[in-house]
T-cell receptor, first 111, second 116 residues
Framework: DAGITQSPRHKVTETGTPVTLRCHQT?????MYWYRQDPGHGLRLIHY???????DKGEVSDGYSVSRSKTEDFLLTLESATSSQTSVYFC??????????FGPGTRLTVL | KQEVTQIPAALSVPEGENLVLNCSFT??????LQWFRQDPGKGLTSLLL?????REQTSGRLNASLDKSSGRSTLYIAASQPGDSATYLC???????????????FGIGTKLQVIP
């Protein structure tokens, strides 16, 4: 399995608080992605990174920001969490345009 | 806009049966198509990747085919086992913007249950 970890694995927070999720890889892959998975919607891309300090928005980026200061770490921040951001968040990595490898996911609940 | 549809949404079969899962996509200008497996509460595990120039890929009891012109892919599972029970997702990679970024769009998945 590709070396991808996500932290925390579970988090419960309150509306209006900032939350940061971390994705860490040991594969030295160039591309990193944040997705959210919700019933009936499948996986939707939030943000992605194509290199250190190079990031761009996905299809559901409102309310989220990202940072990538090192190849191995990709952080997702919910600036002010809302109940609509309750979801399972997955990080993925890829080298080039081939297989994406996924992390184990973070289950976030916003009360 | 690329849309990916998977039919059926759920499937229940007795152990030992051969089965086919379907994936269709609306824009045939894809780079590749990937099949994933997801177990409850887990991340996605890549099963097979088919490049746009390929017609099929095989791994063990799994065979995936791609017909780009008709916008269809099938995942064939031979001699199904209870351990195959999971949700199977397909994903297509295609060009998203003028900057050359290639986006991946996922289907919602087919939930498979193999009954012993």
């Amino acid at each position: 399995d590709a070396g991808i970890t996500q932290s925390p694995r579970h988090k419960v927070t309150e509306t209006g608080t900032p939350v940061t999720l971390r994705c860490h890889q040991t594969e030295n892959h160039r591309y990193m992605y944040w997705y959210r998975q919700d019933p009936g919607h499948g996986l939707r891309l939030i943000h992605y990174s194509y290199g250190v300090k190079d990031t761009d928005k996905g299809e559901v980026s409102d309310g989220y920001s990202v940072s990538r200061s090192k190849t191995e770490d990709f952080l997702l921040t919910l600036e002010s969490a809302t109940s609509s951001q309750t979801s399972v968040y997955f990080c993925a990595i890829a080298q080039g345009t081939d297989t994406q490898y996924f992390g184990p996911g973070t289950r976030l609940t916003v009360l | 806009k690329q849309e990916v549809t998977q039919i059926p949404a759920a499937l229940s079969v007795p152990e030992g049966e051969n089965l086919v899962l379907n994936c269709s996509f609306t824009d045939s200008a894809i780079y590749n198509l990937q099949w994933f497996r997801q177990d409850p509460g887990k991340g996605l595990t890549s099963l097979l990747l088919i490049q746009s120039s390929q017609r099929e890929q095989t791994s063990g009891r799994l065979n995936a085919s791609l017909d780009k012109s008709s916008g269809r892919s099938t995942l064939y599972i031979a001699a199904s086992q209870p351990g195959d029970s999971a949700t199977y997702l397909c994903a297509v990679r295609y060009s998203w913007n003028s900057g050359g970024y290639q986006k991946v769009t996922f289907g919602i998945g087919t939930k498979l249950q193999v009954i012993p």
